[in-house]
């Protein structure tokens, strides 16, 4: 079958996040988009000898968009032989022997554990990615990949010549052609990891070239003791063990956010990732910017830093996303794990169609794919992933039945522009 030829997709559920769920589904598709999408009796009558794929028990719905993950660090579990990055322990120590694990791995180890998080996270349905990337020669990559979203370029430091040159090498990069179905975005690290100016020359580089940011704020309460009084474990253990020790920045009497808001240098759209140390003020000040907060309750119960407030986030409007972080400190990079912990997590504030349509549509969008990846309507891109449980519910329990855990191995096929695009181990 030509990979561009028009063919007819069947399954007992679609899910389109846009409508209904569709019992006894179909979806038509033609070079690489959507064409129709409805009962499978009705497009089966104007098939006219179209190829038909049948899935047969199954639940085709669009893939995951994982809005925050740091692939390159997907070996990391591997590079420590140690185990200590894995353990349950206090923020900051899980913060300096990841440091010391990640000083010792050459370059080009990068890039192999960047390939295989990409193949890892395509394997559990994931579409598009919101990855943060610190060694940006491994960006090629993603040349040969079908993922999409946002390659978001990290920059850290606090030394002035230092971040002189980092901000001119983040503009040369950003300023050529993302490598293969991405598009590029800036990072700016965290607070507690940027001088004031250098924040204040990313976040205008990010504004001149209209690029989108991600930055990870009000994580740990670590974080928080820093910018509010210059205290804290930071301060007694994270900057003297990285030569920090005499650039210790001024009490600000501003919580992260605060700091973050400051001045406008986080823009409407931008991701503010974690967002667990947070006031009603701080949470007011979001919304009204029009940031995305995205969740990663898996890694934040694992370094014991909390747990984001979602009842208030939705309360006061705040579009809510899910990331799974890293494999320092998380268990798989499997958005269907961490909507199942979610739910659980965040009891009584998440419903399961609420964590799906984040998982998918509000994920897809806020990476910039909106109208392209994210729903089964005509006019979008042809992906999509196929979940092919051993059993399935009655439709009124599917949504509640797809963020148990499990889903995970159930997924059979990722298809991306109408190509199935499950990889072999290593192929990328």
């Not at 950003?174 to 690290?189: F, I, S, V």
Request: hydrophobic share 45%.
């Amino acid at each position: 079958m030509a990979a561009n030829a028009p063919t007819i997709f069947l399954a007992r559920y679609l899910l389109t996040m846009v409508g209904p769920c569709i019992e006894h589904g179909a979806l038509r598709v033609a070079k690489g988009r959507i064409v129709e999408v409805g009962p499978a009796v009705l497009l089966l009558n104007d098939a006219q000898g179209l190829p038909i794929v049948d899935f047969g028990e199954a639940v085709l719905m669009p893939p995951m968009a994982n809005a925050h993950t740091h692939l390159e660090l997907t070996h990391v579990p591997r590079w420590d032989a140690s185990g200590e990055t894995g353990r349950v322990c206090e923020f900051t120590d899980w913060l300096l022997k990841l440091i010391g694990v990640l000083r010792g791995v050459p370059l080009e180890e990068y890039r192999f554990s960047l390939a295989d998080g990409m193949t890892a996270v395509m394997r559990c349905g994931t579409g598009a990615v919101g990855d943060i990337l610190s060694r940006i020669s491994a960006r090629g990559v993603y040349r040969k990949s079908p993922l999409r979203g946002r390659l978001f370029l990290e920059g850290l430091g606090n030394d002035r010549d230092r971040c002189r040159a980092s901000l001119d090498i983040l503009e040369k990069t950003l300023r050529e052609d993302a490598p293969g179905a991405m598009e590029y975005g800036l990072a700016p690290h965290a607070p507690y990891t940027l001088s004031r100016d250098f924040f204040r020359q990313l976040s205008d580089l990010a504004a001149r070239l209209s690029l989108p940011q991600s930055m990870h704020v009000a994580e740990s309460p670590a974080e928080s003791a820093l910018l509010m009084d210059g205290s804290g474990a930071f301060v007694e253990r994270l900057y003297p063990r990285i030569g920090w020790g005499r650039r210790i920045p001024p009490a600000s009497g501003k919580t992260p956010v605060e700091w973050a808001l400051r001045e406008g240098m986080l823009h409407p759209g931008d991701l503010l990732v974690h967002g667990v140390q947070v006031s009603a003020k701080d949470i007011d000040a979001i919304a009204s910017r029009g940031l995305y907060v995205v969740l990663c309750p898996r890694s934040n119960d694992r370094l014991g830093v909390g747990k984001a407030p979602v009842g208030a986030y939705r309360a006061a409007g705040v579009p809510l996303l899910l990331g799974t972080d890293s494999l320092a400190s998380c268990d798989s990079l499997s958005l269907w794990d961490e909507v199942a912990y979610a739910r659980r997590n965040f009891a009584g504030h998440l419903d399961p169609p609420a964590l799906l349509r984040m998982a998918t549509f509000e994920g897809a969008s806020a990476l910039g794919l909106e109208g392209e990846m994210g729903a089964l309507a005509p006019g979008y891109g042809a992906h999509f992933q196929v979940l092919k449980p051993s059993r399935l519910p009655g439709i009124a329990e599917l949504n509640t039945f797809l963020c148990e855990p499990g889903r995970s191995d159930e997924v059979q096929a990722l298809y991306l522009d109408g190509k199935s695009c499950i990889p072999a181990a290593g192929s990328l």
